[in-house]
């Protein structure tokens, strides 16, 4: 008796602004996206629906990776940045979302996320270790499990009006601790 492999096939829906930073110039991070996650992509670009598909006899975790991927580019991630997701353990993506803000909140909480000139995303980054994304409605965050949650934390601080000063300083407090239990695990 034969067994059938089933190909996975997931779709993401992503903004059409955002279909371009997906495919890239040429298809060339489609394509990278495709050889590094060994999957087939194919973007309707009057939708912004894409379908990620496994290759026969692929490994599905590489699906989902990839729909990751897609989702992270989907939410203003560089593709660059999008593409960490597909090292193996590295990392998760986040969201953290601001629907629930008046238009007039909205754009509030995100110039204090962002800060001037991106200051104040760069330290959150710089601090926590991760990658973050303002778009639309939602904070997107890149990184090691322990790393998103202290930077969640940080961005939800700042969403709930603490000083930025007072954010730097619990950021600052959690990397010392992080680093204390380094040197404790090295003992």
């Not at 379908?51 to 939410?75: H, I, M, N, S, T």
């Amino acid at each position: 008796m034969a067994t059938q492999q089933h190909k996975q096939q997931i779709r993401v829906r992503i903004p059409l602004d955002r279909v371009g930073a997906l495919i890239g110039r040429d298809g060339a991070v489609k394509g990278i996206l495709e050889k590094k996650s060994e999957t087939k992509i194919a973007v309707d670009s009057n939708e912004g629906e894409v379908c990620v598909e496994g290759v026969e006899g692929g490994d599905p975790v590489k699906v989902l990776g990839a729909a990751e991927v897609v989702k992270a580019v989907g939410r203003g991630f560089s593709p660059e940045k999008a593409l960490a997701l597909l090292d193996d353990d590295f990392v998760l993506l986040d969201l953290v979302s601001l629907a629930h803000l008046s238009p007039k909140t909205l754009k509030r909480v995100k110039g204090r996320v962002i800060g001037q000139n991106g200051r104040t995303r760069r330290t959150v980054e710089n601090l926590a270790g991760v990658k973050i994304s303002v778009y639309g409605k939602t904070v997107g965050l890149i990184g090691h499990s322990h790393q998103i949650r202290t930077a969640r934390e940080a961005v939800e601080m700042l969403i709930n009006g603490s000083p930025h000063s007072a954010v730097y300083s619990f950021l600052e407090r959690r990397r010392a601790e992080e680093r204390g239990k380094e040197g404790v695990r090295e003992s």
